[in-house]
């Protein structure tokens, strides 16, 4: 059978992370899948650890880009590699449970107008021995009561959803996939794009562990203000899609964002860059 499921699998000078994420995907209970490692020009032993496990598995196909095309670049050329149904985002690092592909397409399948599923994370400590879990919700969101009721809750500019998700081929191409201008962030802004005309099926289990930061550093980090402001950028793109007739309710929701812009929160982060 032709694999319903593509997944990419992105990543970026993680050698020394890269088995344990490879051996998981491998783990599945779940068996018809393609699996694209996309290696976006790392400088380590990323090359020859994706080549060694490309021969052993059919299933696995290694793409090396030409020059460094940094998230989401190497994330979409990945996408546009798919042949399957659905699509499962994944990261370099990250440990996944064995039934994950099982239950994210059980869910996609379960809600036909569902254009994205996620699931509870488990945020490490340093010592990988526990985690903090993150929030669960319903396993059916609207999309946009997901929208209203959970990104646009409070203050906080910030998003149940991290990279990890499986969402529907079509609906990815529908998007026009995920937006350069946003740079690593720029997932958050996919959701909700997605959300405003699908709804969003959820996992109420922790089926990714995120290993602290301490353990395996973030390679993205553009800074405190930059990353705050890019945030800032989506979450108000957002709310002027979703509030485009509302006037009333877009002039609250700009009351509510720039109340966060002059935060306690930000004033933190100014004062770290000063």
Known sequence: MSPDVSIVLVTYNRAEFLPRTLDCILE????????FICDDCSTDGTSDICRRYE??????????????????????AGIRRCSGEFVAILHDGDIYHPTIIEKWRAALLE????????????????????????????????????LEKICFRDRDLECPVWGTVMARRAVLNQMGLFDARYGFWSDFDMWFRIAESHDV????????????????PHLFDKGALV????IFRMFWAARC????D?????????????????????????????
Request: hydrophobic residues 35%; glycine residues 6%; positive net charge.
């Open 246 to 274: 509302q006037p009333v309710n877009l002039a609250y929701e700009l009351m509510k964002q720039t109340g966060n812009f002059v935060s306690s929160k930000a004033r933190r982060v100014l004062r770290r860059l000063v």
């Open 201 to 216: 099926a959820f996992v109420p289990e922790a089926l990714i562990d995120l290993p602290s930061r301490k353990t395996m």
């Open 241 to 244: 899609r979703h509030y485009n």
């Open 111 to 146: 809600n036909p107008t569902a254009g994205f599923v996620f699931n509870i994370y488990r945020h490490l400590s340093p010592d990988g021995k526990s985690g903090e879990l993150t929030e669960a919700f319903s396993p059916f969101l609207k999309g946009s009561d997901f």
């Open 28 to 35: 599945q209970t779940y068996k018809n899948f393609e699996l």
């Open 55 to 76: 021969a052993q598995d059919k299933r696995i196909q290694y793409v090396r880009n030409a020059t460094n095309l940094a998230m989401p670049g190497n994330l979409n």
């Open 227 to 230: 990353t705050h402001a890019t």
